[in-house]
């Protein structure tokens, strides 16, 4: 590179800086428009379709987004030397001069005569150039719309989230949020009923916590992902829960023999659950029923002998049971009191037996609690993204909320609480308590009858104290012609007929009328 | 810049100060003579030195040919003047073989030369001549020699042909054909003088001395600094600026300007951007450039394309100038090649 190549490179470079800054600028303003009127185009057909917009979680990416293309727009907006001159020459004024120089220094054989003049020319011209004048880095109309449409997006992030128009499938979608708001506020009511008549410290722990994202779902404005992060969250909280409760229960319960096989409890968690829990209500029933022989036995003079005897027939029927450790451990020890003579160290015992075994209901009860609640929780959320994927958003939203839990239809195999959503169901007739996984748009076939005899039982009446005075009132008859001409109906349907009369327990003078009105019509059906 | 560089670009500097102040001489001596019509006496001291042919077009009694008339007194050049006229034969301008008998009765050809072949030649009202006359002008307006009974005899340099031509739409004339338009590097519209103008006209040609112009420059000069023109670098996005602009002007093109599409059957030739780069070169020494740039072409556009476009017939039919056409090229041409920066 020649000496006035170097020199007209480092002249020029100012400029070519910042002509880079402000077509970089140019660009991080139109990335920027075209970010901001995708997201406010994004947010109005929030206001129509239900669709989720989530400006929080895409607001990182976007500005990393812009960050990247920034620098690397600085990069490739970067002119070369021979346009930074041209532009230079224009803004100044410079009839080509800049770039006429630029070409020649770039060529390969060395200029001389008039190009040197005309490059000398041009050194002296670019020596008085002001960069800030010939390239001001400036506030472009772009990014002045750019910050409009930002301010315009806050605006609508502020004041407009979460509206919809009503009648819209986005309006359905905020009622269904706002029904499953108010599900979410009983089930989280029942909650704190349950925790509290039962003693749940889990449930009542957790009631506040689900009322509360119900109500925020209730408000006026909430957008689907709101209502859906609120919701699973709920089910979040809920499920941690039940799975602290449960740990605690297994825990108690480590020491309890299993229940043997062939009892007929499937071996799914849910089935685990439920025998745990007959086990212990088993347990609590064997020992209520002998602390109260023991109380019967003091006041009525229970021999030490009977009393031990007792106490070692629980103790084999807690055994059989496989109750948790700690309550057998109690038992034996008041056994051995008894026997010992030691009937009130023996009652301490079979009361501590029995404050575990209570404290155990307990949990099993708040972990039960729970558990319905999250299910609640969880199916207003299916409901909440089947409104948003528009499927049958008409039919939810006339649907109740699911203010009470699904009952089972009385069978040989009722659902067990504490069941998990993972666990099918158990098969039987009207057994099914969850949503199905099918896809097909056909129902299946319907559902078999069970086969329970129908008594009929009605209330007589009695006739009335006064008189009863019949009017017939007989109007004007018209001779008019049939709308329809009479005429024979379908062998099929003529077959159907007979059938139908025949089977039904219908009056024989009632069938006479019948067979005599279709003969009129053209024949004997 | 390296010593070793510097004399040559000094000497450069002084050559072209000197060709600027010749330029202006001569400019300042048709201003003598001539009232008003700047900008055509510069355009006709721009082809001058150019080395190209100018075509002037206007009513009669303009002042045409007292221009060409005060240029020739200006230049240290042998004039000729060719008065065009519906008879005159190629032979009356070219030259002819004359048998002329010697003192010891011997006769011979000798060649009688035209007066094409003077330096400054004048053709006047030159579409009153037939076509076919018109064509004698051909060949030697552009190989700068005339070949007669198969021998080729060059023309002295510097040779300058400068006709006039009256509007074709007056009686008894005839359009000069394309190829010989083509051979202008200009054609320059004589407007008629504006009042001041007429009063500066009357006191200066009917005063007792009307004003001559002083010879100013020789022909070995004038051959100088057409060859210093030559050698004003050209950059190349000047180049392209002169090509798109030529090619702006075509119909085929598929971004060609719009009134070109509309209005033209055949654009500029070749002959037209090297007009435009001839002119630019002469007109940045003349304003003390030692390049040409993009301005010199937007100035020199239209008087060097205008009579190399021929318009179609609805170009013709709505009364379409080639002038209208070329600005609308150059607005073509400027949004084509504007420096862009990325984003």
């Given at each position: 590179?020649?000496?006035?190549?170097?020199?007209?490179?480092?002249?020029?470079?100012?400029?070519?800086?910042?002509?880079?800054?402000?077509?970089?600028?140019?660009?991080?303003?139109?990335?920027?428009?075209?970010?901001?009127?995708?997201?406010?185009?994004?947010?109005?057909?929030?206001?129509?379709?239900?669709?989720?917009?989530?400006?929080?979680?895409?607001?990182?990416?976007?500005?990393?987004?812009?960050?990247?293309?920034?620098?690397?727009?600085?990069?490739?907006?970067?002119?070369?030397?021979?346009?930074?001159?041209?532009?230079?020459?224009?803004?100044?004024?410079?009839?080509?001069?800049?770039?006429?120089?630029?070409?020649?220094?770039?060529?390969?054989?060395?200029?001389?005569?008039?190009?040197?003049?005309?490059?000398?020319?041009?050194?002296?011209?670019?020596?008085?150039?002001?960069?800030?004048?010939?390239?001001?880095?400036?506030?472009?109309?772009?990014?002045?719309?750019?910050?409009?449409?930002?301010?315009?997006?806050?605006?609508?992030?502020?004041?407009?989230?979460?509206?919809?128009?009503?009648?819209?499938?986005?309006?359905?979608?905020?009622?269904t949020i706002h029904r499953e708001g108010r599900a979410l506020v009983d089930v989280g009511r029942r909650l704190d009923d349950t925790g509290r008549a039962g003693r749940l410290p889990e449930a009542l722990r957790a009631a506040p916590a689900v009322q509360e994202a119900g109500r925020r779902l209730e408000a006026?404005?909430v957008?689907?992902d709101d209502a859906m992060g609120q919701v699973r969250d709920v089910v979040r909280q809920l499920q941690a829960a039940q799975d602290s409760v449960r740990r605690r229960i297994d825990q108690a319960m480590a020491g309890g023999r299993p229940t043997r096989p062939g009892t007929g409890t499937p071996d799914t968690p849910a089935g685990r659950r439920a025998d745990q829990a007959q086990r212990v209500d088993a347990a609590r029933l064997a020992l209520e029923d002998l602390a109260g022989?023991l109380?019967?036995?003091?006041?009525?003079?229970?021999?030490?002998?009977?009393?031990?005897?007792?106490l070692?027939?629980l103790s084999d029927s807690l055994d059989q049971l496989g109750a948790p450790s700690g309550v057998r451990a109690s038992v034996d020890r008041a056994r051995?009191?008894?026997?010992?003579?030691?009937?009130?160290?023996?009652s301490a015992a079979l009361g501590d037996a029995l404050q575990d075994l209570q404290g155990l209901e307990r949990m099993l009860g708040d972990e039960q609690a729970l558990g319905d609640a999250r299910r609640q929780a969880q199916r207003s959320a299916e409901r909440i993204a089947q409104?948003?994927?528009?499927?049958?958003?008409?039919?939810s939203?006339?649907q109740p909320g699911p203010d009470t839990p699904s009952q089972a239809a009385s069978g040989s195999n009722p659902i067990t609480p504490g069941s998990d959503d993972t666990t099918p169901p158990p098969p039987g007739?009207n057994q099914g308590s969850l949503a199905g996984r099918?896809?097909?748009?056909?129902?299946?076939?319907?559902?078999?009858?069970?086969?329970?005899?129908?008594?009929?039982?009605?209330?007589?009446?009695?006739?009335?104290?006064?008189?009863?005075?019949?009017?017939?009132?007989?109007?004007?008859?018209?001779?008019?012609?049939?709308?329809?001409?009479?005429?024979?109906?379908?062998?099929?349907?003529?077959?159907?007929?007979?059938?139908?009369?025949?089977?039904?327990?219908?009056?024989?003078?009632?069938?006479?009328?019948?067979?005599?009105?279709?003969?009129?019509?053209?024949?004997?059906? | 810049?390296?010593?070793?560089?510097?004399?040559?670009?000094?000497?450069?500097?002084?050559?072209?100060?000197?060709?600027?102040?010749?330029?202006?001489?001569?400019?300042?001596?048709?201003?003598?003579?001539?009232?008003?019509?700047?900008?055509?006496?510069?355009?006709?001291?721009?082809?001058?030195?150019?080395?190209?042919?100018?075509?002037?077009?206007?009513?009669?009694?303009?002042?045409?040919?007292?221009?060409?008339?005060?240029?020739?007194?200006?230049?240290?050049?042998?004039?000729?003047?060719?008065?065009?006229?519906?008879?005159?034969?190629?032979?009356?301008?070219?030259?002819?073989?004359?048998?002329?008998?010697?003192?010891?009765?011997?006769?011979?050809?000798?060649?009688?030369?035209?007066?094409?072949?003077?330096?400054?030649?004048?053709?006047?009202?030159?579409?009153?001549?037939?076509?076919?006359?018109?064509?004698?002008?051909?060949?030697?307006?552009?190989?700068?020699?005339?070949?007669?009974?198969?021998?080729?005899?060059?023309?002295?340099?510097?040779?300058?042909?400068?006709?006039?031509?009256?509007?074709?739409?007056?009686?008894?004339?005839?359009?000069?054909?394309?190829?010989?338009?083509?051979?202008?590097?200009?054609?320059?519209?004589?407007?008629?003088?504006?009042?001041?103008?007429?009063?500066?006209?009357?006191?200066?040609?009917?005063?007792?001395?009307?004003?001559?112009?002083?010879?100013?420059?020789?022909?070995?000069?004038?051959?100088?600094?057409?060859?210093?023109?030559?050698?004003?670098?050209?950059?190349?996005?000047?180049?392209?600026?002169?090509?798109?602009?030529?090619?702006?002007?075509?119909?085929?093109?598929?971004?060609?300007?719009?009134?070109?599409?509309?209005?033209?059957?055949?654009?500029?030739?070749?002959?037209?951007?090297?007009?435009?780069?001839?002119?630019?070169?002469?007109?940045?020494?003349?304003?003390?450039?030692?390049?040409?740039?993009?301005?010199?072409?937007?100035?020199?556009?239209?008087?060097?394309?205008?009579?190399?476009?021929?318009?179609?017939?609805?170009?013709?039919?709505?009364?379409?100038?080639?002038?209208?056409?070329?600005?609308?090229?150059?607005?073509?041409?400027?949004?084509?090649?504007?420096?862009?920066?990325?984003?």
């Open positions: 590179m020649t000496e006035e190549a170097r020199e007209l490179h480092r002249l020029l470079r100012p400029i070519v800086r910042r002509l880079a800054i402000a077509a970089a600028g140019r660009f991080a303003a139109r990335a920027i428009i075209a970010a901001a009127a995708g997201l406010l185009v994004w947010a109005a057909v929030t206001a129509v379709v239900p669709v989720p917009f989530p400006l929080a979680r895409l607001l990182p990416w976007i500005a990393a987004a812009l960050v990247i293309g920034a620098v690397v727009a600085t990069r490739w907006c970067r002119p070369s030397l021979l346009v930074a001159a041209r532009v230079a020459d224009r803004r100044a004024g410079l009839a080509d001069r800049l770039g006429t120089a630029v070409d020649l220094l770039g060529r390969a054989d060395r200029p001389a005569g008039l190009a040197q003049l005309q490059i000398r020319d041009a050194l002296s011209a670019a020596t008085a150039l002001e960069p800030r004048a010939v390239a001001p880095i400036r506030v472009s109309k772009d990014a002045w719309l750019a910050l409009a449409l930002c301010l315009l997006l806050a605006g609508w992030v502020r004041f407009g989230a979460g509206l919809a128009v009503p009648g819209t499938p986005a309006g359905r979608m905020i009622a006026p404005r957008g689907w022989a109380r019967e036995g003091t006041g009525t003079g229970l021999s030490a002998e009977e009393l031990a005897r007792r070692r027939a051995r009191a008894a026997e010992n003579g030691q009937r009130g160290a023996s409104a948003a994927r528009g499927g049958g958003t008409a039919q939203a006339q007739p099918g896809t097909g748009g056909n129902l299946g076939a319907p559902t078999p009858r069970l086969g329970g005899t129908r008594t009929q039982g009605r209330l007589q009446g009695l006739p009335g104290p006064g008189s009863t005075h019949v009017r017939e009132i007989v109007g004007p008859g018209r001779a008019a012609p049939a709308q329809h001409p009479a005429g024979r109906p379908p062998a099929d349907v003529a077959h159907e007929i007979d059938h139908a009369l025949s089977q039904d327990p219908l009056p024989p003078a009632y069938v006479t009328l019948v067979r005599r009105y279709f003969d009129t019509l053209g024949g004997t059906p | 810049m390296s010593n070793a560089d510097r004399p040559a670009a000094d000497l450069a500097a002084h050559t072209a100060d000197e060709f600027r102040r010749t330029f202006g001489l001569v400019r300042g001596e048709l201003s003598r003579v001539i009232v008003g019509h700047q900008e055509l006496l510069d355009l006709v001291v721009t082809a001058l030195f150019a080395g190209g042919h100018v075509l002037l077009e206007g009513v009669p009694g303009l002042g045409k040919t007292l221009l060409v008339r005060t240029l020739a007194q200006a230049l240290d050049l042998r004039f000729a003047r060719i008065q065009f006229t519906p008879d005159l034969m190629p032979a009356d301008i070219l030259g002819t073989n004359l048998v002329v008998q010697d003192d010891a009765g011997r006769r011979r050809f000798e060649f009688q030369p035209g007066p094409i072949f003077g330096q400054i030649v004048l053709a006047d009202e030159i579409n009153r001549a037939t076509p076919k006359t018109q064509s004698a002008l051909l060949e030697a307006m552009q190989e700068h020699a005339v070949s007669i009974a198969g021998e080729s005899r060059p023309i002295e340099e510097p040779f300058f042909v400068l006709a006039t031509q009256n509007p074709i739409e007056m009686e008894g004339t005839y359009p000069l054909p394309e190829a010989q338009l083509d051979r202008f590097l200009f054609k320059l519209r004589v407007a008629f003088p504006a009042l001041d103008e007429l009063r500066e006209i009357a006191d200066r040609t009917t005063g007792p001395e009307p004003a001559a112009a002083r010879r100013v420059v020789d022909g070995a000069t004038l051959r100088r600094f057409q060859a210093f023109a030559r050698e004003v670098p050209v950059a190349a996005h000047v180049q392209e600026y002169a090509a798109r602009l030529v090619l702006a002007t075509h119909p085929e093109p598929a971004e060609t300007a719009e009134s070109a599409r509309r209005f033209v059957r055949y654009g500029a030739s070749p002959r037209g951007l090297q007009a435009l780069i001839r002119a630019g070169k002469v007109r940045a020494l003349a304003q003390g450039r030692a390049h040409v740039a993009t301005d010199d072409l937007r100035a020199l556009a239209v008087p060097s394309l205008r009579h190399r476009i021929l318009l179609n017939f609805e170009g013709e039919a709505q009364g379409i100038e080639p002038e209208r056409v070329i600005e609308d090229a150059l607005r073509h041409t400027e949004a084509q090649t504007a420096p862009a920066v990325n984003a």
